[in-house]
């Protein structure tokens, strides 16, 4: 099957010299592989997630939006993923969802982050999202330099919120409130 055409605005160029374009394209069955081992390096971290496995695909499909999910194709290569989970079922907030962002560490400090969370925001704006939240841990400062480069500011800090191997661990809280949706 042939991947789908590129959407211009979204190919950039990664902050390396010598790397190809980045394309950010929508998140297919056929990119489960790729998201899942993405997935997988970023809890290998220990700062990345409470999670510690991958869901299977039906959870894990199941526990995000249906859009957008975008992935970062440098090449054949898909080097990034992004999607969005609901933060209530209640219909009050159906504007409101929480980021999931990781970035292969082959491609971490290129841009690739940036490029995903830029398309995520305008994508998650023509979906009705007027809030964008996230929980990150403060140890990943790449994620919240991150967020806050994209509009994001901090809400607070969460203390103790969840143990990983028996350690307590906080969670900084950013959101982004759209300037288009839900005004």
Known sequence: MARPA???AWDVPLNDPDARALS???MRAADRGAVRSIYLEGIATGHATFEAG???WPAWDAGHLP???LIARQGDRIVGWTALSPVSSRAVYAGVAEVS????A???GKGVGRA????LIERSEHAGIWTLQAGIFPENEASIALHVSC???RVGRRERLGQIDGAWRDVVLVERRSRVVGL
């Open 116 to 119: 995903l969370l830029r398309a």
């Open 101 to 104: 962002i990781y970035v292969s």
């Open 24 to 26: 950010i394209e929508e």
């Open 54 to 56: 991958v869901p299977e």
């Open 151 to 153: 509009g994001f500011r």
């Open 6 to 8: 590129r959407h211009s």
């Open 67 to 69: 859009e957008p999910r």
């Open 106 to 108: 082959c491609a971490r």
